[in-house]
């Protein structure tokens, strides 16, 4: 590999996918590259249909097929033709940076450098190349390349592991923390990988991925793909681990990119109303009742913490554990406190009226 990694570093500016494929096309007629290049999307940022290719040069999407057939099979014969080899073990040099398997996007990102041209045109050698292979399996892994089939049986080890672990901690796991763990349940197993294998397998796995704030869990789980505004809610608060207002919950929402659409303060208002899984503890402000909260009035809350004590407490005492439960200003405390319709304050103490 010490040619590959020369040739990559040295080429990395004078070197362009899509003025490859154009030399490579360059013996066919102009139609000829003109259908193949808008079938791959070389020509604008979408890739053309069989239908609409025709349309253009008004004939029928069979003929299209064969001219686009006809072109990469005399394309495929030049396969030790430098250029094609220079894009082809670019291609595999990457590939095998990323521990012999890169997920399809990624690898586009990398050496597509955000031009949709680019990115395009390295599909088209990852297709003609016999070396590169494209491999994806619903609901496993995503679409990949690899240069060798026998990476796939690792990146299954990886997902079996993560996702016993994820079964065993019902939540989710920090990437130090879950690589750590597949590490050693690998181990038992006498599977020995680093934590960067262990790393770029994991990023392959489309049954397992990481949330927004960089948590592993398995891709059902609502933490890391809600999908709705409820979801996203919930997903906020677990994060910041703490009461937060209506609307800055919103802002985080779209601060997150937890969603595609901008979140509305009065939308996410009113699904923590309808939620029984948010308690409103302030003005405007909402916890999860999964951290101890309860609903109901400042009232209500009085009478409960004085019942559950069954004994006077001090304003001290009262407000120490209202405070737990509600953010509120300690002179609505007092107001609710002092209703002699539902207490009684004896000896600077305070208990439930009889």
Same mark, same amino acid.
């Given at each position: 590999?010490?040619?590959?990694? @020369?040739?990559?570093?040295?080429?990395?500016?004078?070197?362009?996918?899509?003025?490859?494929?154009?030399?490579?096309?360059?013996?066919? /007629?102009?139609?000829?590259?003109?259908?193949?290049? +808008?079938? %791959?999307?070389?020509?604008?940022?979408?890739?053309?249909?069989?239908?609409?290719?025709?349309?253009?040069?008004? #004939? /029928?999407?069979? =003929?299209?097929?064969?001219?686009?057939?006809?072109?990469?099979?005399?394309?495929?014969?030049?396969?030790?033709?430098?250029?094609?080899?220079?894009?082809?073990?670019?291609?595999? %040099?990457? #590939?095998?940076?990323?521990?012999?398997?890169?997920?399809?996007? @990624?690898?586009?990102?990398?050496?597509?450098?955000?031009?949709?041209?680019?990115?395009?045109?390295?599909?088209? %050698?990852?297709?003609?190349?016999?070396?590169?292979?494209?491999?994806?399996?619903?609901?496993?892994?995503?679409?990949?390349?690899?240069?060798?089939?026998?990476?796939?049986?690792?990146?299954? @080890? /990886?997902?079996?592991?993560?996702? $016993?672990?994820?079964?065993?901690?019902?939540?989710? &796991?920090?990437?130090? $923390?879950?690589?750590?763990?597949?590490?050693?349940?690998?181990?038992? +197993?006498? *599977?020995?990988?680093?934590?960067?294998?262990?790393?770029?397998? &994991?990023?392959?796995?489309?049954?397992?991925?990481?949330?927004?704030?960089?948590?592993?869990?398995?891709?059902?789980? @609502?933490?890391?793909?809600?999908?709705?505004?409820? !979801?996203?809610?919930?997903? *906020?608060?677990?994060?910041?681990?703490?009461?937060?207002?209506?609307? !800055?919950?919103?802002?985080?929402?779209?601060?997150?990119?937890?969603?595609? =659409?901008?979140?509305?303060?009065? /939308?996410?208002?009113?699904?923590?109303?309808?939620?029984?899984?948010?308690?409103?503890?302030?003005?405007?402000?909402?916890?999860?009742?999964?951290?101890?909260?309860?609903?109901?009035?400042?009232?209500?809350?009085?009478?409960?913490?004085?019942?559950?004590?069954?004994?006077?407490?001090?304003?001290?005492?009262?407000?120490? $554990?209202?405070? +737990?439960? =509600?953010?509120?200003?300690?002179?609505? *405390?007092?107001?609710?406190?002092?209703?002699?319709?539902?207490?009684?304050?004896?000896?600077?103490?305070?208990?439930?009226?009889?």
């Amino acid at each position: 590999m010490e040619k590959t990694t @020369k040739l990559s570093q040295n080429n990395e500016l004078d070197f362009g996918f899509f003025d490859a494929v154009s030399n490579l096309l360059s013996s066919e /007629t102009e139609r000829a590259q003109e259908i193949v290049k +808008k079938r %791959f999307g070389l020509l604008q940022a979408e890739p053309q249909t069989l239908e609409k290719i025709g349309q253009d040069y008004k #004939i /029928t999407r069979e =003929r299209v097929r064969q001219i686009i057939s006809d072109v990469m099979r005399r394309t495929a014969q030049k396969k030790n033709d430098p250029v094609f080899k220079q894009a082809e073990e670019k291609i595999v %040099f990457t #590939i095998d940076n990323s521990s012999g398997i890169i997920e399809e996007n @990624k690898m586009l990102e990398e050496l597509g450098g955000g031009a949709w041209r680019e990115a395009h045109a390295v599909i088209f %050698f990852g297709v003609l190349s016999d070396t590169i292979r494209i491999h994806e399996e619903k609901g496993l892994i995503k679409k990949s390349w690899m240069a060798s089939a026998d990476v796939l049986e690792k990146v299954k @080890k /990886t997902g079996e592991a993560a996702g $016993e672990i994820f079964a065993k901690e019902k939540d989710l &796991l920090r990437g130090e $923390e879950i690589m750590e763990n597949i590490s050693r349940r690998l181990a038992q +197993k006498n *599977v020995i990988f680093s934590k960067k294998q262990i790393a770029d397998y &994991l990023s392959v796995l489309s049954n397992i991925q990481k949330n927004r704030f960089e948590k592993w869990g398995m891709a059902s789980w @609502k933490e890391i793909n809600p999908k709705g505004t409820r !979801e996203r809610i919930y997903i *906020v608060l677990k994060e910041k681990k703490e009461p937060l207002h209506f609307s !800055e919950i919103a802002r985080l929402i779209d601060r997150y990119g937890l969603s595609k =659409r901008k979140a509305h303060p009065q /939308t996410v208002h009113n699904e923590l109303i309808k939620d029984a899984r948010f308690i409103l503890v302030g003005r405007g402000i909402y916890a999860l009742k999964e951290w101890g909260y309860e609903s109901g009035t400042i009232q209500e809350v009085l009478a409960d913490i004085l019942s559950k004590r069954q004994k006077p407490l001090t304003k001290e005492e009262i407000m120490a $554990e209202v405070m +737990k439960l =509600r953010k509120v200003k300690k002179a609505t *405390v007092m107001i609710n406190l002092n209703n002699p319709n539902f207490f009684k304050k004896v000896d600077n103490r305070y208990t439930i009226k009889k």
